[in-house]
């Protein structure tokens, strides 16, 4: 059972940037961001596979989002630079794990508890 922790949300002015931490129990092969607008479904943000291994953007975040991660610290990062209002929503850290939900091939078992991020026009 992988556990994900995440921080680093918070409220910040179009334009702004903030980086999203996530701390994971274990290593995991495949982990990402995620978010959800109110009353949308989930949609995947960006993902990675471990070991500096591919990396996939959403259309909406390409140039403005980076993910990487820090195999040592177990930890998976989201640098998201030129926020913009419509980034607003909460964000989630999944890695990849039985009995969960299918993203472009991959199931995404383990789940954090999400943080917010809020952008300001």
């Known amino acids: 059972q992988v556990q994900l922790v995440e921080s680093g949300g918070g409220s910040v002015q179009a334009g702004g940037s903030l980086r999203l931490s996530c701390v994971a129990s274990?290593?995991?092969?495949?982990m990402g961001w995620f978010r959800q607008h109110p009353g949308k479904e989930r949609e995947t943000v960006a993902r990675?596979?471990?070991?500096?291994?591919?990396?996939w953007y959403a259309d909406s975040v390409k140039g403005r989002f980076t993910i990487s991660q820090d195999n040592a610290r177990r930890t998976l990062y989201l640098q998201m630079n030129s926020l913009k209002p419509e980034d607003t929503a909460m964000y989630y850290c999944?890695?990849?794990?039985?009995?969960?939900?299918?993203?472009?091939?991959?199931?995404?078992?383990?789940w954090g508890q999400g943080t917010q991020v809020t952008v300001s026009s």
């Open positions: 990675m596979r471990s070991g500096g291994g591919s990396t």
């Open positions: 999944a890695a990849e794990g039985p009995a969960g939900r299918w993203y472009a091939g991959v199931q995404f078992g383990y």
């Open positions: 274990e290593y995991s092969a495949c």
